[in-house]
């Protein structure tokens, strides 16, 4: 029994390590192996040719992972993994799809049936139609009507009116026995303006109170402003912010350096509608021979306006320099004193 427990926890054992050797193998993969570019433009003059063909293809890993865009008037994608396709653009249309099969004589359509009037619709019209009897109920009673009218304007007794003519007269009366309002006199005037001055002198207090409040809030705020801008030249001029910049100057470099491709060639066929102008541009790719080197060759055509060549750029890419670029400027000191001076905590 205790062979056979054992035996498992082996078998367990091997799994896990295996797992454990897998990822790690990948974690290693990711960050060492270089993902590979290659870039390619061409550019031909003709009726039939596209303006500019652009090739870009990107692989990693033997090819295990391969991405290839192509731009030549329309653009296609395709991308690989273990060499099965994953990505297509455009997507290739599906055949065996059936098409929608109508008869010859069936329409899209519906139309709409009209109504038909049959004899028993008209029957049922001419039923409807008013009978000669009718007119002796509806006036029979119109005169019901009148007589009810007649019987209530008899129930409004006459003294109500008269009580509301007479209201109506009292209130007329009383609206023109209001007496006029008096003007004030002389000594109400001279009584009222020590209290006019009064308001007139809280009001330019008040004004001059705002204007001393609002200059104060101003130089308060310039000589913040003033002591923010002494504190962070202070910190700039210090020497954390020396030791980050040349830590993060020399990180930058070694990536640019890592992005900078390993073989870039072009030949190009320049020409201008002025043979002066192409004449500067071959001066200026004279000027530039010492950077841009041997493979960078410019042609000019001084009879006609041109401009036609090829262009190959191949370089490739590490992960683990960005992550190490990364990991070196957070874990350095300097930075840490840099970020927390900037945030004013050792202040």
């Known amino acids: 029994m205790l062979h056979i427990l054992l035996l498992i926890l ?4 091997i799994v896990l390590l ?5 990822l790690i193998l990948g974690i290693v993969c990711a960050l060492f192996v270089p993902v590979r570019y290659r870039i390619e433009a061409v550019r031909k003059e003709g009726e039939e040719e596209p303006p500019v063909a652009v090739t870009v293809k990107i692989t990693w890993l033997l090819h295990f992972v391969n991405v290839l865009v192509r731009f030549a008037g329309e653009l296609s994608v395709r991308a690989r993994f273990m060499f099965i396709p994953v990505f297509r653009l455009p997507k ?12 010859p004589g069936q329409k899209k359509g519906r139309k709409k049936r009209k ?16 009978s000669g009897n009718g007119g002796t109920g509806d006036s029979a009673e119109e005169e019901r009507n009148i007589e009810e009218t007649k019987t209530a ?20 009366g009383g609206e023109k026995t209001e007496e006029p309002e008096k003007s004030p006199t002389l000594w109400d005037k001279l009584r009222a303006i020590p209290k006019i001055l009064g308001s007139i002198f809280a009001k330019i ?3 001059f109170e705002n204007i001393q409040y609002t200059i104060q809030n101003i130089c308060d705020k310039i000589k913040s402003v003033s002591d923010t801008i002494e504190y962070y030249r202070t910190v700039i001029e210090g020497e ?11 990180e930058l470099r070694s990536i640019a350096k890592s992005l900078k491709p390993t073989r870039f060639e072009a030949a190009l066929v320049v020409g201008m509608d002025d043979p002066a102008a192409t004449g500067e541009i071959l001066a200026v790719c004279g000027m530039l021979y010492p950077i841009l080197g041997p493979k960078v060759n410019v042609a000019g055509d001084f009879e006609r306006k041109r401009l036609e060549g090829r262009v190959y750029i191949r370089g490739k890419l590490r992960l683990f320099t960005f992550i190490r670029a990364a990991v070196r400027v957070y874990f350095n000191k300097d930075i840490r004193k840099l970020y927390g001076l900037l945030k004013k905590e050792a202040v």
């Open 153 to 172: 304007e008899k129930t409004i007794s006459p003294g109500s009116v008269k009580g509301d003519e007479k209201e109506d007269a009292q209130k007329a």
């Open 10 to 13: 082996k078998i367990i054992g």
């Open 92 to 103: 290739r249309e599906k055949g065996g799809g059936r098409a929608e099969t109508r008869k």
């Open 205 to 207: 207090k008040s004004i």
């Open 115 to 130: 109504k038909e009037k049959t004899p028993e619709n008209t029957e049922g019209e001419m039923d409807t139609e008013p």
């Open 18 to 22: 295996c797992i454990l050797g897998v």
């Open 240 to 250: 954390p912010f020396r030791h980050s910049f040349a830590l993060c100057k020399k």
